[in-house]
């Protein structure tokens, strides 16, 4: 069983909108998760992060503004709403999992454990 499943991904012009949902089991889910993506020949980057109870977000700065993290945990789901996409948010994304417990949403992907096999996002200019 995958733990985590990224969907939501697909072509959209510039300034146009998508939602990604990440969605996971019960027991993969009550943690820390964040977002991340890779462009063709770049590193992962950090994207956003959330607690556990939804109460505590962070952004990149490249993204702040424009996207939004936010879960709902009765469904097991992670989302992330982006408004104003750029050419340059052209990567996959991927959403992962934060074991830590009483830690804040981390920005670096060392903690990160379980992580999804990721959906293409890409925005034409």
């Known amino acids: 069983q995958v733990p985590l499943v990224e969907s939501g991904g697909g072509l959209v012009q510039a300034g146009g909108s998508l939602r990604l949902s990440c969605a996971a089991s019960?027991?993969?889910?009550?943690?820390?998760m964040g977002w991340f993506r890779q462009a063709p020949g770049k590193q992962r980057e950090f994207v956003a992060a959330i607690s556990w109870s939804g109460g505590s977000t962070y952004y990149a700065d490249s993204v702040k503004g424009r996207f939004a993290i936010s879960r709902d945990n009765a469904k097991n789901t992670m989302y992330l709403q982006m408004n104003g996409l750029k050419p340059e948010d052209t990567a996959a994304y991927y959403c992962?999992?934060?074991?830590?417990?009483?830690?804040?949403?981390?920005?670096?992907?060392?903690?990160?454990?379980?992580w999804g096999q990721g959906t293409q996002v890409t925005v034409s200019s």
């Open positions: 992962a999992r934060d074991p830590r417990v009483g830690a804040p949403p981390s920005p670096s992907q060392m903690p990160y454990d379980y």
């Open positions: 019960e027991r993969t889910f009550r943690f820390n």
